[in-house]
Structure formats: C-alpha cells, structure tokens
C-alpha cells in the first residue's frame, strides 16, 4: 500500500521524524518533581524563550492555565502580533497532566488530535517564573508572574535551557507595553 499526503504534509512529516531523530540523542528532559496546580494556575507572562512558528513576533504575551472540573488543564496565549499595537491573538489549547510526573509533565493537544509535550524543567519556590521546556529541545519558555524580569534573572533561565541542550541562537525575547495585564483579563 502506498501513501499519498500532499507535499505540505510530507513536510511536516519529515520535520517530526527530523526531530525525533536530533531529541533521541539527547536526554530526556527532568521535570521538577512536583508542581502544585492550585499555585501554578493563572496569569503567566510569556518573557521569553524559543518560540513556536505562532509566538515568533508575539508582544505582550501572557498564558493563562484554568484547572478544569474534569483534571484537565485550559491553556490560553493571547498576545499582540507584529508589536505592542498589532492584532490581538488568542489560542486555547487543552492539557492534560502525564499520570506519575507529579504534576509537571503535560500533554497539550495542540492540532487535532496531536499532542505536545510540555515539561516544568524549574520552577522558583514561590512560582514567580518558570521554565518549560521539551525532550525535541525545539521550543522553550519562561514565564513570569510579572513581565518585569530582572536581565540577570533572564539569563540565568536562558542558561538553564543552554545547559539543558537548547541552541540559544534561536532565543528571544518577548517585549511586554504598560497594557499587557489590563488587556489580558
């Protein structure tokens, strides 16, 4: 039997496949070992990282993650496209946390029915920021509770994904206006 997707399809094909073959000759990415979902639910602002074809020229970002009735988790990104005036962007996505990760692996469906791996790699003890990273070592992200993150603060996140694998060449920054929270709500 022979297969038959379109050339786009074959793309994305081959890019998976790509992926998976660099992300198996490195370690799997460790969580931390516990993350208390009453505390991490809410308002985090997307400060930086590496970002996903959607989030490349993303302003005033922040996700928002909803503990549901059912265990799973609401992911929302909303962010301004093209800079701080740009057209607002929203995506949701649901999440569902991997049973014996202790909270901090998630598989967040992404298109369809396919997933995306999401791991808390660190998190400061008073879930001020964090970094979520993944095995492909294809896309990271800090997160704050405050879009003000101290420049020495950012580096230390960005050498914690250096040293988890991640090419930093491919980081950036993600610009926050006055606006971002008030637009957010």
């Known amino acids: 039997m022979r297969l038959r997707l379109p050339a786009r399809q074959w793309w994305w094909l081959a890019a998976?496949?790509?992926?998976?073959?660099?992300?198996?000759?490195?370690?799997?990415?460790?969580?931390?070992?516990?993350?208390?979902?009453?505390?991490?639910?809410?308002a985090?602002?997307?400060?930086?990282?590496?970002?996903?074809?959607?989030?490349?020229?993303a302003w005033n970002a922040v996700e928002t993650y909803t503990l549901r009735r059912d265990g799973s988790i609401r992911t929302t990104l909303t962010f301004n496209h093209g800079?701080?005036?740009?057209?607002?962007?929203?995506?949701?996505?649901?999440?569902?946390?991997?049973?014996?990760?202790?909270?901090a692996v998630w598989d967040v469906r992404v298109l369809g029915p396919m997933k995306a791996q999401y791991v808390v790699a660190w998190v400061r003890?008073?879930?001020?920021?964090?970094?979520?990273?993944?095995?492909?070592?294809?896309y990271a992200w800090v997160f704050a509770r405050s879009p003000d993150v101290a420049d020495a603060e950012l580096e230390r996140a960005r050498q914690r994904l250096r040293r988890l694998?991640?090419?930093?060449?491919?980081?950036?920054?993600?610009?926050?206006?006055?606006?971002?929270?008030?637009?957010?709500r």
């Open 16 to 42: 998976l496949l790509f992926i998976g073959s660099v992300a198996a000759n490195l370690p799997a990415i460790r969580p931390v070992p516990h993350v208390d979902l009453a505390r991490f639910m809410g």
């Open 44 to 57: 985090w602002y997307l400060v930086g990282g590496i970002p996903t074809r959607f989030e490349r020229d």
């Open 83 to 103: 800079g701080a005036d740009g057209p607002r962007k929203h995506i949701e996505a649901p999440a569902r946390v991997r049973p014996g990760t202790g909270n």
């Open 125 to 138: 003890d008073d879930y001020s920021l964090m970094v979520v990273a993944r095995d492909a070592r294809d």
């Open 165 to 184: 694998g991640y090419d930093l060449s491919k980081w950036r920054t993600v610009p926050h206006s006055a606006t971002t929270f008030a637009d957010n």
